[in-house]
């Protein structure tokens, strides 16, 4: 039987799982209540940037595979339902907002088919897909469910998906598993790890994976504050720790810490979700985690006034970076935005450069300044603060650019410029974690 699959969620998770699963031949309607971003799916044309998306994306459509649409009704015909809506953190506390996935289970619940799978792929608090499978049980017992939490990587999406370094699925029984495992059978086959879990432990891998990764870039992080106060150098004792296996050199790369969608979020919730538990003591490390995280931030605020004045009223800053990572336009809890927004508020004149993330940025700080061009960003500025690490920010020759700029000071927020190539074409360099 060739299976139908429905995506519930048009976002950023939502369209790169709908165009993989397409590509791996299923038919699959993308559903969403939003009217103008389903315009644009079906017209090829993505709402955010995800490099190689919109190449599958426009592959997928022309097949006749993949559709997207408001109509929920459409759903009928489906054999898998992705859940892929999102769980923002609340406005009044630490928790997730379940509003968005509880919405979208009731919402298709009428259109649910008898031997359907529900699939939860949104990162929920533990707990939250039993309570799921259990009204879904009272509204459509004709259906199941089922969680498959998503690890993508912004930048390397469509990668993820189709080639990822585990499947994790959580189920209630043997027959959920067999479905999901049709469904993934051409990524099984390329040697993938399968792991099957109960629905408790699928919900907790995803929240494990991002607060270790979160206590990983934090630890490097406290530690280039060590460095600062003792003379080091965090990135040579960064080097040196990474070439020990038991702890490998991926995210030791100390600067203005984590942000984004996920990270931040994904923390607290499970910070708060523990609390719920009872169990907020085992968790308790994960607030100095996170108060590390925001102390990056202004940490680099510090030495800008140092360099500077305390009073930034008279200077002209660039920023190269807005986005919270390369290779996106996601400006979400972005500490280079927040920097930017902070060094605004303090007087500066803050010019903003991104490859991607200048007119996301701009629809939420209107009164910061931007410029698509680096050269007209950095004209007579007093200081450069490279935020974002866009491999175009690498390629920067900063013998080139004196000329351009009043101040030959730049402070590298991200510890991936070469200090010894702009020192040498006479720029003052700063970074956390090394001493001048």
Same mark, same amino acid.
């Given at each position: 039987?060739?299976?139908?699959?429905?995506?519930?969620?048009?976002?950023?998770?939502?369209?790169?799982?709908?165009?993989?699963?397409?590509?791996?031949?299923?038919?699959?309607?993308?559903?969403?209540?939003?009217?103008?971003?389903?315009?644009?799916?079906?017209?090829?044309?993505?709402?955010?940037?995800?490099?190689?998306?919109?190449?599958?994306?426009?592959?997928?459509?022309?097949?006749?595979?993949?559709?997207?649409?408001?109509?929920?009704?459409?759903?009928?015909?489906?054999?898998?339902?992705?859940?892929?809506?999102?769980?923002?953190?609340?406005?009044?506390?630490?928790?997730?907002?379940?509003?968005?996935?509880?919405?979208?289970?009731?919402?298709?619940?009428?259109?649910?088919?008898?031997?359907?799978?529900?699939?939860?792929?949104?990162?929920?608090?533990?707990?939250?897909?039993?309570?799921?499978? &259990?009204?879904?049980?009272?509204?459509?017992?004709?259906?199941?469910?089922?969680?498959?939490?998503?690890?993508?990587?912004?930048?390397?999406?469509?990668?993820?998906?189709?080639?990822?370094?585990?499947?994790?699925?959580?189920?209630?029984?043997?027959?959920?598993?067999?479905?999901?495992?049709?469904?993934?059978?051409?990524?099984?086959?390329?040697?993938?790890?399968?792991?099957?879990?109960?629905?408790?432990?699928?919900?907790?891998?995803?929240?494990?994976?991002?607060?270790?990764?979160?206590?990983?870039?934090?630890?490097?992080?406290?530690?280039?504050?060590?460095?600062?106060?003792?003379?080091?150098?965090?990135?040579?004792?960064?080097?040196?720790?990474?070439?020990?296996?038991?702890?490998?050199?991926?995210?030791?790369?100390?600067?203005?810490?984590?942000?984004?969608?996920?990270?931040?979020?994904?923390?607290?919730?499970?910070?708060?979700?523990?609390?719920?538990?009872?169990?907020?003591?085992?968790?308790?490390?994960?607030?100095?985690?996170?108060?590390?995280?925001?102390?990056?931030?202004?940490?680099?605020?510090?030495?800008?006034?140092?360099?500077?004045?305390?009073?930034?009223?008279?200077?002209?800053?660039?920023?190269?970076?807005?986005?919270?990572?390369?290779?996106?336009?996601?400006?979400? &809890?972005?500490?280079?935005?927040?920097?930017?927004?902070?060094?605004?508020?303090?007087?500066?004149?803050?010019?903003?450069?991104?490859?991607?993330?200048?007119?996301?940025?701009?629809?939420?700080?209107?009164?910061?300044?931007?410029?698509?061009?680096?050269?007209?960003?950095?004209?007579?500025?007093?200081?450069?603060?490279?935020?974002?690490?866009?491999?175009?920010?690498?390629?920067?020759?900063?013998?080139?650019?004196?000329?351009?700029?009043?101040?030959?000071?730049?402070?590298?927020?991200?510890?991936?410029?070469?200090?010894?190539? @702009?020192?040498?074409?006479? @720029?003052?360099?700063?970074?956390?974690?090394?001493?001048?």
């Amino acid at each position: 039987m060739t299976l139908t699959l429905s995506v519930v969620g048009c976002g950023y998770l939502g369209v790169t799982h709908a165009a993989c699963m397409s590509s791996l031949g299923f038919t699959v309607v993308g559903v969403d209540i939003d009217p103008e971003k389903v315009a644009l799916l079906q017209a090829g044309k993505l709402p955010f940037y995800e490099p190689g998306l919109d190449t599958l994306l426009e592959q997928e459509l022309k097949t006749g595979r993949l559709s997207f649409t408001t109509d929920f009704s459409l759903v009928k015909d489906a054999d898998i339902h992705f859940v892929c809506v999102g769980t923002p953190q609340v406005t009044d506390g630490l928790a997730a907002d379940l509003t968005y996935v509880k919405s979208a289970v009731a919402t298709i619940a009428p259109y649910l088919k008898d031997g359907s799978l529900v699939v939860g792929k949104s990162t929920v608090p533990v707990g939250t897909a039993q309570a799921l499978r &259990d009204e879904l049980a009272k509204i459509a017992p004709q259906a199941d469910l089922a969680w498959n939490p998503e690890f993508l990587r912004e930048g390397f999406a469509v990668e993820d998906t189709l080639t990822p370094n585990r499947l994790v699925v959580g189920v209630a029984n043997d027959r959920a598993e067999e479905i999901l495992k049709e469904v993934y059978e051409p990524v099984i086959a390329l040697g993938t790890p399968w792991i099957r879990a109960d629905l408790p432990t699928s919900e907790l891998v995803k929240v494990a994976a991002n607060s270790f990764l979160a206590t990983k870039i934090s630890f490097i992080n406290a530690m280039a504050e060590v460095c600062e106060a003792a003379g080091g150098d965090v990135t040579v004792l960064a080097k040196a720790i990474g070439y020990d296996p038991r702890i490998g050199n991926r995210f030791l790369q100390a600067g203005i810490g984590f942000g984004g969608g996920c990270l931040p979020k994904d923390v607290r919730a499970f910070m708060a979700r523990a609390e719920e538990l009872g169990a907020m003591q085992a968790l308790e490390f994960l607030r100095e985690i996170d108060a590390i995280n925001l102390r990056a931030r202004q940490r680099v605020i510090d030495i800008v006034r140092k360099v500077l004045s305390e009073d930034l009223t008279q200077y002209k800053i660039a920023v190269l970076g807005a986005t919270f990572k390369p290779d996106s336009d996601d400006v979400r &809890d972005s500490p280079a935005l927040d920097i930017s927004v902070q060094l605004h508020a303090a007087g500066a004149e803050v010019v903003i450069h991104d490859p991607q993330g200048i007119e996301p940025a701009r629809k939420r700080f209107p009164n910061l300044k931007y410029s698509e061009v680096i050269e007209d960003a950095i004209k007579d500025a007093d200081l450069i603060l490279h935020l974002t690490e866009w491999k175009e920010y690498r390629q920067i020759d900063p013998a080139g650019i004196s000329s351009l700029v009043k101040g030959k000071i730049i402070i590298d927020g991200r510890n991936m410029l070469d200090r010894t190539l @702009w020192r040498s074409a006479g @720029w003052k360099f700063h970074a956390l974690g090394r001493t001048d």
